[in-house]
């Protein structure tokens, strides 16, 4: 049987990388993009660019209603980018967004007969994003089973990586340099190694820099 997956993808390092990864595990891949009107559209031009280059069918859907509920520092200018104090969530957290992704992106891989989603979600950097727990995630795969009577098989190939190991990943697929170069994860919207100075940007490159460390070592 044809195994088909749709992945959540932004266009940054960690759902390229999933990108990648379902493209070896699956015969057929479709990419979803959310529009929450983020600051930089650029993230959009470069998820879709991603897509073309590699051949894949991309969505993008309207969650402009995202930032009309809940205000955040992805997508407004007057709101600082901010790390998390003791017990804080940063302000770019959005509240249930990784929710109504998942869900957006279930309700599209039934109405496309797929039956994997991907999304790159990850515990182990864990900024207190409760939606993007394994617990979480395995509670709404039931929930959108039982919703669309189906049988969805949710995947987080990330969910136990940290930084360092997502460019391993990206290595062993062999797209570390296309990951590198190609992709957008800098909240000031440059593409690549990014502007090195933002919140985003510093995790990026920390990771990167243990993962060269590592491979040298060995
Ligand atoms: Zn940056």
Redesign the pocket.
Known sequence: MNKKAVVVFSGGQDSTTCLFWAMKQFDEVLAVTFDYGQRHRLELDCASAICKEQGIEHHILDMSLLNQLAPNALTRDDIEITDGEEGQLPSTFVEGRNMLFLTFAGVLAKVKGAKHIVTGVCETDFSGYPDCRDVFVKSLNVTLNLSMDYEFVVHTPLMWLDKAQTWELADQLGKFDYVREKTL??????IGD?????????L?SRGLENYLASKGEN
């Open positions: 994860t800098c909240y000031n919207g440059i990014g502007c090195g100075a933002c919140p985003a940007c510093e990026r």
